[in-house]
T-cell receptor, first 115, second 112 residues
C-alpha cells in the first residue's frame, strides 16, 4: 500500500516569491492534515480537512497561506508571498476516521528554504 | 490547551541497553496517544497508538504504556541497537475531537 506522498521534497525560493506543496494521502483516508515543523521542534498543525471540508484552520496564517482539498483526496498548500520565517519542513499526514481516533501516517515532508 | 513535554531532550546509550523515554501531557481527557519515530530529514513513522481504554501496547522490542490519571506515557525500548538512533516524538490530542499535539521529541543515540 502506498504511503502519503508529498512533492516537492525540497524547494529553495527567494522571499516574496510564491510556493506550493502537494500531498496525496493514503487511499481511503478521509482526514488530511498539514503540519509545519521547525528545526528541533515537534510538528504544529496548520490545517485539518475531513473530506473536502477544512474543519480546523485556526493556526493557518491566512494572510499569506492558503490550502485546498478539491474532491476530498489530494491537497495543495500555498504560500504567497513567502517570508524568511517560513523556512521549515511542511508535513502532510492522513488518517482514517476522525482526528481523535485515527492513527496518523506522515509523508516525507517538503523542506522549504526562503532566501 | 494540551501541552506535551518529553524528557530528556537527548539521550545517548551503549548498544544493548534497555531504555525508557518519557512523555507527559497536561489534559488527561485524551482519546489516544501516539508515539512516532523521525529519522534526520525524514517524515514521522508511527510506532504505537494507545487508545485511552488501553494501558499499554507492544510492537517487537517496543512497549508503550499510558497512565491517563497521571498524564504520562512511557516508551520502553529493549536491547537497543544503533539502528534505533532517531528522534522519538509522542503526541496526544486536545480534549474532544481535535488532532494531535506533539512534544519536541527525545533525540536518541545508540552507540555501537
Amino acid at each position: 500500500e502506498a504511503g502519503v506522498v508529498q512533492s516537492p521534497r525540497y524547494k529553495i525560493i527567494e522571499k516574496k516569491q510564491p510556493v506550493a506543496f502537494w500531498c496525496n494521502p493514503i487511499s481511503g483516508h478521509n482526514t488530511l492534515y498539514w503540519y509545519l515543523q521547525n528545526l528541533g521542534q515537534g510538528p504544529e498543525l496548520l490545517i485539518r480537512y475531513e473530506n473536502e471540508e477544512a474543519v480546523d484552520d485556526s493556526q493557518l496564517p491566512k494572510d499569506r497561506f492558503s490550502a485546498e482539498r478539491l474532491k476530498g483526496v489530494d491537497s495543495t498548500l500555498k504560500i504567497q508571498p513567502a517570508e524568511l520565517g517560513d523556512s521549515a519542513v511542511y508535513l502532510c499526514a492522513s488518517s482514517h476516521g476522525t482526528a481523535n481516533t485515527g492513527e496518523l501516517f506522515f509523508g516525507e515532508g517538503s523542506r522549504l528554504t526562503v532566501l | 490547551k494540551q501541552e506535551v513535554t518529553q524528557i530528556p531532550a537527548a539521550l545517548s546509550v551503549p548498544e544493548g541497553e534497555n531504555l525508557v523515554l518519557n512523555c507527559s501531557f497536561t489534559d488527561s481527557a485524551i482519546y489516544n496517544l501516539q508515539w512516532f519515530r523521525q529519522d534526520p530529514g525524514k517524515g514521522l513513522t508511527s510506532l504505537l497508538l494507545i487508545q485511552s481504554s488501553q494501558r499499554e501496547q507492544t510492537s517487537g522490542r517496543l512497549n508503550a504504556s499510558l497512565d491517563k490519571s497521571s498524564g504520562r506515557s512511557t516508551l520502553y525500548i529493549a536491547a537497543s541497537q544503533p539502528g534505533d538512533s532517531a528522534t522519538y516524538l509522542c503526541a496526544a490530542p486536545n480534549s474532544g475531537n481535535t488532532p494531535l499535539v506533539f512534544g519536541k521529541g527525545t533525540r536518541l543515540s545508540v552507540i555501537a
